[in-house]
Nanobody, 125 residues
Framework: QVQLVESGGGLVQTGGSLRLSCAAS????????MGWFRQAPGKEREFVAH????????RYADSVKGRFTISRDNAKNTVNLQMNSLKPEDTAVYYC??????????????????WGQGTQVTVSS
C-alpha cells in the first residue's frame, strides 16, 4: 500500500510558477507509475501528467504541455510537478496518484489505485 501527501500549492499571479511535490510512503515506490490530476469546482477530475516507474517516459495533457514538467526521485520517494506560465484556468485542486507499473490508460483516473488528499492551486488574473 502507498500513502501519498501533496504539498506546494498556493496563490500565484498569472504567469507565475509553482512546484508541487508528492511524498510517498512505503519501500515499493519505484514499482508504481505516477500521475497528477486536477479538479476545478464543478468540473470532473482531469489528467495533467504521467511519469513511468523509471522516470524515463512522461506524458502531458495538451493544456499543460510545454508549461508543466513532471519528475520523480525514486531514492526519495517523491514525484514533483513544476508548473510555469500559470494561467487562471489552471486553478484547481491538484492530486497525485499511484498506479500499477504496467498502466495503460494513464489518462484515466480509475486506472490509479492510490490518491493523495490534494493541494489547492489558485492563479489570479
Amino acid at each position: 500500500q502507498v500513502q501519498l501527501v501533496e504539498s506546494g500549492g498556493g496563490l500565484v499571479q498569472t504567469g507565475g510558477s509553482l512546484r508541487l511535490s508528492c511524498a510517498a510512503s512505503g519501500r515499493t515506490f519505484s514499482m508504481y507509475s505516477m500521475g497528477w490530476f486536477r479538479q476545478a469546482p464543478g468540473k470532473e477530475r482531469e489528467f495533467v501528467a504521467h511519469i513511468n516507474r523509471s522516470g524515463g517516459s512522461t506524458r502531458y495533457a495538451d493544456s499543460v504541455k510545454g508549461r508543466f514538467t513532471i519528475s520523480r526521485d525514486n531514492a526519495k520517494n517523491t514525484v514533483n510537478l513544476q508548473m510555469n506560465s500559470l494561467k487562471p484556468e489552471d486553478t484547481a485542486v491538484y492530486y497525485c496518484a499511484a498506479g500499477p507499473g504496467s498502466i495503460v490508460l494513464f489518462t484515466t483516473a480509475s486506472s490509479y489505485s492510490y490518491w493523495g488528499q490534494g493541494t489547492q492551486v489558485t492563479v489570479s488574473s
